[in-house]
């Protein structure tokens, strides 16, 4: 069993930055690959981002390359999400999770992902 709990979100201006945090407990974090998904009112929880068990290897959703930037620390049982350049469609509720399986590539899919955090809001205004 895995606990993942996320942290850092909230209300930010377009333009600004957030970093969001997920710690986990319960499993060696750094035996699995991590990802970020978010979810808007009415939306598809969509992938943001994705890294290998070391860190290595990292995966981007096309709307947010080149502005997020997704790290760990395996010491601390930590993965991040550096967020620049907020725009009003990147509001949504934040998800990290947890993929057991080791694969090739970075898992996009949300079926691929064994466990969740309870997610985290991030508002940004225009």
């Known amino acids: 069993q895995v606990q993942l709990v996320e942290s850092g979100g909230g209300l930010v201006q377009a333009g600004g930055s957030l970093r969001l945090s997920c710690v986990g407990s319960?499993?060696?974090?750094?035996?699995?690959?991590m990802g970020w998904f978010r979810q808007a009112p009415g939306k598809e929880r969509e992938f943001v981002a994705g890294c290998s068990w070391s860190g290595g290897t990292t995966s981007y959703a096309d709307s947010v390359g080149g502005r997020f930037t997704i790290s760990r620390d395996n010491a601390k049982s930590t993965v991040y999400l550096q967020m620049n350049s907020l725009k009003p469609e990147d509001t949504a509720v934040y998800y990290c999770?947890?993929?057991?399986?080791?694969?090739?590539?970075?898992?996009?899919?949300?079926?691929?992902?064994?466990?969740w955090g309870q997610g985290t809001q991030v508002t940004v205004s225009s």
């Open positions: 999770a947890a993929d057991f399986f080791r694969r090739p590539v970075i898992a996009t899919a949300r079926r691929d992902y064994d466990y």
């Open positions: 319960g499993r060696t974090f750094s035996s699995y690959a």
